[in-house]
């Protein structure tokens, strides 16, 4: 239960040097004849649960009961949260996470994580911790160091993704006179450092390095380090503390204690003072020397808090802290600050003394200070009486400032609100308002969450406007571990709270913790609100599900969680059961018919002979077919691709084509053994031009025979053989012996072979064309304007230049010559002129230059563009683009 505050607020307060403490009683707690001398004991920070388990050094009685311990988790106020037997081995250390969850260090190597309620995690610190056990171990909120037997340091900096790494040997051969860590993000280099008291000196380590601070005191047999991380508390064999500063720079402190043992217990109070505990004894001592000394029946347990020292005793639970500067302000005796002045006008308000105007007057101008100080003196009272009293004097003063902002004042009075609802003695969490602000709202309701304390939790987000979705989210799997309903209620019951589909809320960690309790149905029902098909799918998988997630995953619409179940399906089930699921849904046949043909051709091919699909195993026959390296395999493959064509009227092509590549295999493998030559691979145009090439007209007639190739086309083949085999004499005999079917189609592949020789050769077949007339002789211009674009030559320009010409006025003759004005062109033959030359000019042929001159009288205005294409000496063709503008 709360205990009662003492009527004066300075009844409990201490001076030591110029400072103030005090100790209030928080909880008068609800355990009953409890010895802590017999316990291990682990205490949370910012008002933590604490754990306790019999001390396996203290003696025992013996008794009817089990040798084996209980661990026991209390709240502040000391009512049980959850207790559990401990099987596991001796435990060599203890302590709290950031997010209350106990850490329990075995003496073999191994870890656990346990949270309030007993579940837990286990890892292992490495294999040196494993082979040579545990000997002492150092926590902290978010790691740990542990000595192992060989005497040697292994860390864990991050126990989300625990790793173990090996600190530098700190060249121990004895168990050290004591030991402390000091958290990375405390230290200058912000890495984990280790400070080890050895002889009259004490060393630090850390991952790479050790560093002796040649220190004389020692030796040091307790150690502990500030919660900022800046300073060090030694206690030495003789019986004096030393406050350093962690770099060992500065000497802060010296007190003797006068004691010949070392305390039980030495911590911090805030950053001001250092605490010791002896039997029956706790000494405080301050940064001058100072010393305050309380006294207690046995043993107490002292947690060290950002503001203070809680210390937990057979009968209650303490708060030890130096009297926060507002509250000292506001109820020093004799103080006359702003505070303590409008404290006391609203004390004579309340009696309606007319002191209170006098005053508010004469701290009108610092009344607004006042008003602050009043605020935060309530904010940092635990007394819920005067918190009342502090805000209501606040309140006073605020009345009297017309610019005062009460958004303060409103934030105040929620945060007071919040703190007294979690400090009662049956939540048991007795934060201070520092702590508090240190803490968060979030985490401060996730803590009531884990607690199960969903109600509170829910009123805390609702008052503070945070995200419910947590809370109701635990609730519910709280409510399906412990609940007795059938599932059909349950499930209505959670779907009422969560507010279905609509509300946004997911729904897979329910269903996921109704799965592992073994309500699959209930499971697959809340699965059903789950609004996230990428949260739905995978848990409807693991749950065996596999149908209703595929269903799941196609009406999302998401590809790759359709990919996903397919493949899981896949390896899962028979053959038989997996095409049986997949064909009656259009999507993912697709979706797999997609991967088979990328990933895994027989799958498919198994896939369409199941759903019998003749044709479609065909395409997948001849892909195979084509992929295959010997030949015989791939004619087999064809055939009996074509037969599965056979049977389907409809593809009469495929048939046709099919039986038209057999036969071309066929002749292939005769080639290949015959003339010695490698035919595979070639389609029926490249082997018909390798035969020619190879002088077997007969073989290379019968398959144009055999695979019913045109005439014409079979022309064409070739023509373009004996191009490409430049053999001129055999083409110029082959055309003259068909030369129905025109010249326009050797020009063109002599063209397209780019080089002199060729070009030459085509200008015989254009003169040829030319001769013909009609037709042959426009196609001939075009053949040789065609071939110039693909490779102009534009070496050729008009002498002099073609400027604008004028209308019905003779021009100078312009003479085709090369850009370099030397040489000569060699022009010969007829031009080809793309464009019409202006009405009244001629291009006339100089035989004696051997080159082309533009005459005559211009008789139309206008822009005219030309190209010009003449044939010149060895075969080179020229060609020159003229703009003419008539005015």
């Known amino acids: 239960m709360l205990s009662a505050a003492p009527a004066s607020p300075t009844a409990n307060w201490n001076l030591l040097g110029d400072r103030f403490y005090c100790k209030y009683e928080t909880y008068v707690m609800s355990w009953k004849n409890m010895n802590l001398s017999k316990y291990r004991i682990a205490v949370a920070p910012f008002g933590g649960p604490i754990a306790m388990i019999r001390d396996d050094k203290q003696v025992l009685a013996l008794s009817s009961q089990s040798t084996k311990p209980d661990m026991h988790?209390?709240?502040?106020?000391?009512?049980?949260?959850?207790?559990?037997?401990?099987?596991?081995?001796?435990?060599?250390?203890?302590?709290?996470?950031?997010?209350?969850?106990?850490?329990?260090?075995?003496?073999?190597?191994?870890?656990?994580?346990?949270?309030?309620?007993?579940?837990?995690?286990?890892?292992?610190?490495?294999?040196?911790?494993?082979?040579?056990?545990?000997?002492?171990?150092?926590?902290?909120?978010?790691?740990?160091?542990?000595?192992?037997?060989?005497?040697?340091?292994?860390?864990?900096?991050?126990?989300?993704?625990?790793?173990?790494?090996?600190?530098?040997?700190?060249?121990?051969?004895?168990?050290?006179?004591?030991?402390?860590?000091?958290?990375?993000?405390?230290?200058?280099?912000?890495?984990?450092?280790?400070?080890?008291?050895?002889?009259?000196?004490?060393?630090?380590?850390?991952?790479?390095?050790?560093?002796?601070?040649?220190?004389?005191?020692?030796?040091?047999?307790?150690?502990?380090?500030?919660?900022?991380?800046?300073?060090?508390?030694?206690?030495?064999?003789?019986?004096?503390?030393?406050?350093?500063?962690?770099?060992?720079?500065?000497?802060?402190?010296?007190?003797?204690?006068?004691?010949?043992?070392?305390?039980?217990?030495?911590?911090?109070?805030?950053?001001?003072?250092?605490?010791?505990?002896?039997?029956?004894?706790?000494?405080?001592?301050?940064?001058?020397?100072?010393?305050?000394?309380?006294?207690?029946?046995?043993?107490?347990?002292?947690?060290?808090?950002?503001?203070?020292?809680?210390?937990?005793?057979?009968?209650?639970?303490?708060?030890?802290?130096?009297?926060?500067?507002?509250?000292?302000?506001?109820?020093?005796?004799?103080?006359?600050?702003?505070?303590?002045?409008?404290?006391?006008?609203?004390?004579?308000?309340?009696?309606?003394?007319?002191?209170?105007?006098?005053?508010?007057?004469?701290?009108?101008?610092?009344?607004?200070?006042?008003?602050?100080?009043?605020?935060?003196?309530?904010?940092?009272?635990?007394?819920?009486?005067?918190?009342?009293?502090?805000?209501?004097?606040?309140?006073?003063?605020?009345?009297?400032?017309?610019?005062?902002?009460?958004?303060?004042?409103?934030?105040?009075?929620?945060?007071?609100?919040?703190?007294?609802?979690?400090?009662?003695?049956?939540?048991?969490?007795?934060?201070?308002?520092?702590?508090?602000?240190?803490?968060?709202?979030?985490?401060?309701?996730?803590?009531?969450?884990?607690?199960?304390?969903?109600?509170?939790?829910?009123?805390?987000?609702?008052?503070?406007?945070?995200?419910?979705?947590?809370?109701?989210?635990?609730?519910?799997?709280?409510?399906?571990?412990?609940?007795?309903?059938?599932?059909?209620?349950?499930?209505?019951?959670?779907?009422?709270?969560?507010?279905?589909?609509?509300?946004?809320?997911?729904?897979?960690?329910?269903?996921?913790?109704?799965?592992?309790?073994?309500?699959?149905?209930?499971?697959?029902?809340?699965?059903?609100?789950?609004?996230?098909?990428?949260?739905?799918?995978?848990?409807?998988?693991?749950?065996?599900?596999?149908?209703?997630a595929l269903n799941k995953a196609i009406e999302s619409g998401d590809t790759d969680l359709v990919h996903l179940v397919i493949l899981h399906m896949k390896r899962k089930l028979s053959p038989a059961e997996f095409f049986r699921i997949i064909s009656s849904k259009p999507l993912a046949s697709s979706l797999l018919e997609s991967y088979c043909k990328e990933q895994d051709p027989q799958l498919l091919r198994d896939f369409y002979y199941q759903d019998d699909r003749n044709v479609d195993t065909a395409n997948v026959l001849i892909i195979e077919g084509h992929d295959c390296e010997v030949l015989a395999d791939r004619i087999n493959k064809f055939k009996i691709a074509n037969k599965l064509y056979q049977d389907d009227k409809e593809h009469a092509f495929e048939i046709s084509a099919t039986e038209d590549a057999i036969k071309l295999l066929t002749h292939q493998e005769t080639l290949t053994r015959e003339l010695s030559q490698d035919f595979l691979g070639l389609s029926a145009v490249e082997t018909i031009m390798k035969l020619i090439e190879l002088n077997q007209s007969n073989k290379a007639a019968k398959i144009k025979s055999d695979l019913k190739i045109s005439d014409k086309k079979f022309w064409w083949i070739r023509i373009k053989s004996l191009i490409q085999m430049h053999d001129w004499e055999g083409l110029e005999k082959f055309a003259k012996a068909n030369s129905k079917q025109g010249y326009g189609g050797i020009v063109d592949g002599l063209i397209r072979l780019k080089t002199p020789t060729a070009v030459i050769q085509a200008q015989k077949y254009v003169e040829l064309m030319k001769k013909a007339g009609g037709q042959q002789a426009k196609d001939a211009c075009d053949q040789l304007l065609a071939g110039c674009a693909r490779e102009p030559n534009n070496d050729i320009k008009f002498s002099p230049g073609l400027k604008s010409l004028r209308l019905n006025r003779p021009i100078e003759p312009r003479t085709l010559v090369p850009k370099s004005n030397s040489g000569t062109l060699g022009l010969w033959g007829e031009p080809c002129i793309e464009g019409d030359i202006p009405a009244g000019l001629n291009l006339t042929y100089d035989g004696d230059a051997a080159t082309f001159v533009l005459t005559g009288t211009p008789t139309e205005r206008g822009k005219t563009k030309l190209a010009i294409v003449a044939r010149g000496g060895g075969g080179v063709v020229h060609r020159v683009d003229v703009k003419i503008n008539v005015k």
């Open 73 to 548: 988790i209390y709240t502040s106020a000391g009512a049980l949260i959850s207790q559990f037997q401990w099987e596991k081995g001796r435990i060599m250390g203890m302590g709290w996470t950031d997010s209350e969850q106990l850490i329990c260090v075995l003496e073999t190597g191994a870890a656990r994580l346990y949270n309030i309620h007993g579940e837990f995690i286990q890892f292992s610190l490495g294999e040196e911790a494993k082979e040579y056990g545990v000997l002492e171990c150092r926590l902290w909120s978010s790691g740990l160091v542990v000595l192992t037997q060989n005497y040697k340091l292994i860390a864990i900096t991050n126990l989300d993704e625990p790793r173990p790494q090996a600190l530098a040997d700190p060249g121990l051969s004895q168990l050290p006179f004591s030991w402390a860590i000091i958290p990375p993000q405390y230290t200058l280099s912000r890495h984990l450092e280790v400070i080890i008291a050895v002889d009259a000196s004490v060393m630090v380590v850390d991952a790479v390095t050790k560093q002796d601070q040649a220190l004389t005191q020692g030796p040091f047999t307790r150690m502990s380090v500030s919660p900022n991380g800046k300073f060090l508390a030694l206690f030495t064999a003789d019986g004096r503390l030393w406050v350093l500063s962690t770099d060992f720079q500065n000497k802060l402190a010296e007190f003797s204690t006068s004691s010949d043992s070392p305390p039980i217990q030495m911590t911090w109070c805030g950053i001001d003072s250092v605490v010791l505990h002896w039997p029956d004894t706790v000494l405080m001592v301050g940064p001058f020397g100072d010393w305050i000394k309380y006294s207690f029946d046995g043993t107490v347990h002292l947690v060290s808090e950002l503001d203070g020292v809680r210390i937990i005793s057979t009968d209650k639970c303490e708060f030890l802290q130096r009297v926060p500067s507002a509250t000292e302000a506001i109820f020093k005796i004799g103080s006359t600050s702003p505070g303590a002045v409008l404290y006391d006008a609203f004390e004579h308000f309340e009696k309606k003394s007319p002191r209170a105007d006098e005053n508010i007057r004469n701290i009108r101008a610092e009344l607004a200070d006042a008003v602050d100080t009043c605020l935060e003196g309530a904010a940092n009272e635990l007394n819920p009486g005067r918190q009342r009293t502090l805000l209501k004097a606040a309140a006073f003063g605020k009345c009297f400032l017309s610019s005062y902002n009460a958004n303060r004042f409103v934030s105040m009075c929620q945060t007071l609100r919040i703190l007294n609802a979690v400090r009662h003695f049956e939540i048991g969490i007795p934060l201070t308002y520092n702590q508090y602000e240190r803490l968060t709202p979030q985490v401060l309701s996730d803590r009531l969450v884990n607690r199960h304390h969903h109600l509170l939790a829910l009123r805390l987000c609702e008052y503070l406007n945070l995200p419910r979705d947590r809370v109701w989210i635990h609730w519910a799997c709280a409510k399906i571990k412990t609940s007795v309903d059938d599932e059909e209620t349950l499930c209505r019951l959670i779907v009422d709270k969560l507010g279905g589909r609509e509300f946004g809320v997911s729904f897979t960690e329910v269903a996921k913790t109704a799965h592992e309790s073994g309500q699959t149905k209930l499971a697959t029902k809340l699965l059903d609100y789950e609004p996230q098909a990428a949260n739905q799918v995978p848990l409807l998988m693991s749950m065996e599900e596999d149908e209703l």
